[in-house]
């Protein structure tokens, strides 16, 4: 364990770790009698040893993946991205060692690999008793289809013989499967053990998500036991992954870029829910909402993102509204109201120099705009709102009529889908509305309550009134 970050294993994840190291030591444990190519398993234990050397080195492991992003809070789970971008390693062992020595290949660069969270040794050793196990498994699938000889028999180090084209593809994409199926399997018991996930929860999604990358390992490990078997031997298998770390790398770099976009909307998010309490939540929501509508008006999925984006910031000029007046109980007076009113102005500005928000910077500046041109800021009427903007217009009227304000009490969804048909011609682009309905009907919608005064009469001062006549203070 690690100090003062101490944590204790649930008895669960004691007894999967216990049973995982045990079934890998009964994998490895043939070893001792088997034929084994000694010079060619210490080049690949040495290999992916060093390959998972750059995930301690800071600079070299800054990009992360989605998959790792998510799963970062669990950290026991071993992803097909970033520290797996070198498992064609283990699967090229898995092709040209017998099963209890490609087993063994996997433990030393897992025992070396980086962990982020406490407790580190448990997470190192299941870690390594996983990946023996998978690399073991897949080596003995190989083995049983006839891979081996496909590939060129045990005489190739001799005399090297042409690989079986097609037929070894079948072998070697059942080991890759196969090695897939273990880790997701073992990623779930310990996500159900350890974290204490529910069952279904923890393996949901698992194995669909890392099939294409494995598959991918599985060709690129082949390609590396094809070389390696070739008259050039191993420094051409070594080939294979140098495209495979640059695509890494760039990937990574793509997706560090990435968690810092989210980063950067996080802030402004938190910056607005602190000043404006009462609608806590609503900015997720209205992109949730958004997407929605997006989906079912059949939009690219290059620009979803972005309209999550317009959602979720939709009220980011808020920043420079009065908190007074975002939090006033009573009736706003014209002067008040007009200065509320500026908020999609202060938000356009805010965001006017954050270049990945492309088209979300006008849904921001124009989301008040109403399809008569009664709206505000500059009064666009029809087909002059952009298409981002007449999308968030209708998920932000959705979500403030079915959540509780202080100012007003959740309508169900019902009445608020009726609200926004009543209102569709006039203030919301019907399209928009129509899309909204269809989505709800597929996918329902679970509103949290955003109110963090639950004791204060709900309907004080301004009236729960209907979306199209007027908008409620603090959501104008």
């Not at 009698?33 to 060619?40: Q, T, Y």
């Not at 007076?333 to 500005?349: C, F, K």
């Not at 298409?387 to 403030?400: G, Q, S, T």
């Not at 509103?447 to 104008?476: L, M, Q």
């Amino acid at each position: 364990m690690d100090g003062p970050q101490r944590r204790a294993l649930p008895w669960g994840a004691r007894a999967a770790l216990l049973g995982a190291v045990v079934a890998a030591g009964a994998c490895a444990l043939p070893v001792a009698r088997a034929s084994v190519p000694w010079g060619a398993f210490g080049l690949l234990a040495g290999l992916y040893a060093l390959c998972e050397w750059p995930a301690r080195c800071p600079l070299l492991a800054s990009g992360v993946s989605p998959a790792r992003t998510k799963l970062r809070a669990w950290g026991w789970v071993t992803v097909p991205i970033g520290s797996g971008s070198f498992f064609p390693v283990l699967l090229a062992a898995a092709f040209l060692l017998p099963p209890p020595a490609a087993a063994l290949v996997a433990v030393p660069g897992a025992l070396l690999a980086r962990v982020e969270q406490p407790p580190r040794s448990p997470r190192r050793v299941w870690r390594a008793a996983q990946l023996a196990l998978a690399v073991g498994a897949a080596a003995e699938v190989y083995g049983r289809l006839g891979g081996r000889e496909a590939l060129g028999g045990t005489r190739a180090a001799l005399a090297p013989l042409a690989p079986d084209f097609p037929y070894v593809l079948l072998p070697a994409g059942a080991a890759a499967l196969v090695f897939c199926a273990v880790l997701t399997a073992l990623d779930g018991l310990i996500l159900w053990t350890a974290e204490r996930l529910p069952a279904r929860t923890a393996w949901r999604g698992l194995l669909l998500r890392s099939l294409a990358p494995y598959c991918v390992h599985g060709l690129a490990g082949l390609m590396m036991a094809v070389l390696w078997r070739s008259p050039y031997g191993p420094p051409a298998a070594l080939l294979v992954l140098l495209p495979m770390y640059i695509s890494c790398w760039v990937f990574a770099q793509y997706h560090r870029e990435h968690a810092a976009h989210q980063a950067t909307i996080r802030a402004l998010v938190q910056a607005v829910d602190i000043k404006d309490t009462y609608t806590r939540g609503h900015s997720e929501r209205v992109g949730l909402a958004s997407v929605l509508i997006a989906r079912e008006l059949g939009m690219d999925e290059s620009r979803l993102e972005v309209l999550r984006f317009a959602g979720i910031l939709h009220d980011v000029g808020k920043l420079g509204v009065p908190t007074r007046l975002l939090r006033k109980d009573g009736p706003l007076t014209p002067q008040e109201r007009a200065v509320i009113e500026l908020h999609p102005e202060y938000g356009h500005e805010i965001v006017r120099g954050i270049g990945f928000l492309g088209e979300a910077r006008a849904a921001i500046l124009h989301h008040h705009e109403r399809l008569d041109g009664s709206g505000y800021p500059y009064g666009l009427a029809g087909s002059q709102i952009p298409e981002f903007a007449r999308v968030v217009a209708v998920a932000d009227a959705f979500d403030a009529m079915t959540s509780t304000r202080s100012y007003s009490r959740a309508r169900p969804v019902a009445a608020a889908v009726e609200e926004l048909e009543r209102c569709a011609g006039r203030q919301f682009d019907p399209a928009m509305v129509r899309a909204l309905v269809r989505a709800l009907d597929r996918h329902g919608w679970h509103p949290a309550v955003t109110a963090d005064e639950p004791d204060r009469d709900p309907g004080a001062g301004r009236g729960n009134v209907p979306a199209c006549d007027a908008a409620p203070a603090g959501h104008a």
